[in-house]
Structures are given as structure tokens and as C-alpha cells.
């Protein structure tokens, strides 16, 4: 059971994100919107927008950006990271919601997703670690890429690149809370 504190800060992260129903069913929750107060729920869709705080307290998103990265590599960079993160898990990214015309929104991130900041030879120690770990997804990006043309050229280049010599722009990881936290907590947020 999530302390009071940790319920208070998902609370409000649910109010700005919405999780899909396929994550937790209803009867294993410790609460839902519709207990919510009314300017904190979507009152057009209450009952599609149940929290779900089991699934939110397990897995954590981690973005780590090459601190020599230029500024705008680095946008880049954690853009794309972004893109594979929610094709490749759908359940991170919740339903579309409507503001209080109609007006419909896409989906975000139902995560929050801290951006931190690392060293090439931390981001090539830190992808070695994660890659064996096998709850963890690792996503990357790398030099190669940012140089390539098209997507096959990026791929054969990749192809007869040796591990060692790939360059990390940044990484993406998702998994267990404490997996991805021992992997990355002692980084610091990218500012």
C-alpha cells in the first residue's frame, strides 16, 4: 500500500494524465476518478479514466542525455527516445481526453519521465548494464544515427559498427522502479 504522501503525488499526476484500463483491473485499486474531487476529474469520461496506482508505482521511465550533447542534439535526441518509448510500450501513453468544450487532446505520457544527464562513458557503462537485465527496455540513441541519412543507411552503418565504438547521444529505460533507480540514481537531472 503507497504511504499517504506517495497517494497525495499520484492524485495529482492522475489529474494531468490518464491511464489506460487494460493496466489494473477496477477491483485491485485503492481508488478511481470518480472518488476525486469534481475539478480534479474529467466528468465527461470518469468511468474510462480510472487510476492506477500499482502500475504507476512499479515501472519508471528514465531519459539520460549526453551532457556534451549541444542543446539542440539533445531535444533531439530525447524526442526520439520518446517516440520509441511509447511505440514500443502502449500502455504509457493514455486514451485522448477532451478539455471543457469538447475539444479533444492526444494522449500523454501517463508517466512522469525524469530527463537526466551523463557522460559518453557513463551512457556506454549504463546501456551495457541495462542491456542485461531482462525487465528492463532499453532504447537508444546514438551518433550513428544522428549522422545517417535515411534509416537503412543508419542500420548498415550500426550493423558493421563494433559495440565499443558506438557513441551514446542518450538512452531511454523502462522498468522496475528500483531496477531503473539503481541503474540511474546516481545521475543528475539535466538542466
Do not use: W
Not at 2 to 13: D, F, G, I, T, Y
Amino acid at each position: 500500500m503507497p504511504s499517504s504522501a506517495a497517494m497525495s503525488r499520484l492524485v495529482r499526476r492522475a489529474s494531468f494524465c490518464s491511464i489506460r484500463r487494460s493496466a489494473v483491473s477496477s477491483s485491485s485499486m485503492t481508488g478511481s476518478f470518480a472518488e476525486l474531487p469534481n475539478d480534479v476529474r474529467n466528468r465527461s469520461r470518469a468511468a474510462a479514466h480510472e487510476a492506477r496506482f500499482p502500475t504507476v508505482l512499479t515501472n519508471k521511465m528514465v531519459v539520460v542525455i549526453a551532457a556534451e550533447a549541444p542543446v539542440g542534439v539533445a531535444l533531439n535526441t530525447a524526442a526520439l527516445l520518446g517516440v520509441g518509448l511509447g511505440h514500443h510500450h502502449d500502455q504509457v501513453v493514455g486514451p485522448e481526453t477532451e478539455d471543457a468544450a469538447g475539444n479533444p487532446h492526444t494522449g500523454m505520457c501517463a508517466y512522469p519521465i525524469p530527463v537526466l544527464r551523463a557522460s559518453a562513458e557513463q551512457l556506454h557503462d549504463l546501456r551495457t548494464q541495462a542491456a542485461v537485465r531482462d525487465d528492463v527496455t532499453v532504447h537508444d540513441m546514438h551518433q550513428i544515427a544522428q549522422r545517417a541519412r535515411t534509416y537503412d543507411q543508419m542500420s548498415t552503418t550500426l550493423s558493421g559498427t563494433k559495440p565499443d565504438d558506438v557513441e551514446y547521444l542518450g538512452l531511454a529505460l523502462f522498468g522496475p522502479r528500483q531496477t531503473v533507480d539503481s541503474l540511474t540514481g546516481a545521475l543528475a537531472l539535466y538542466r
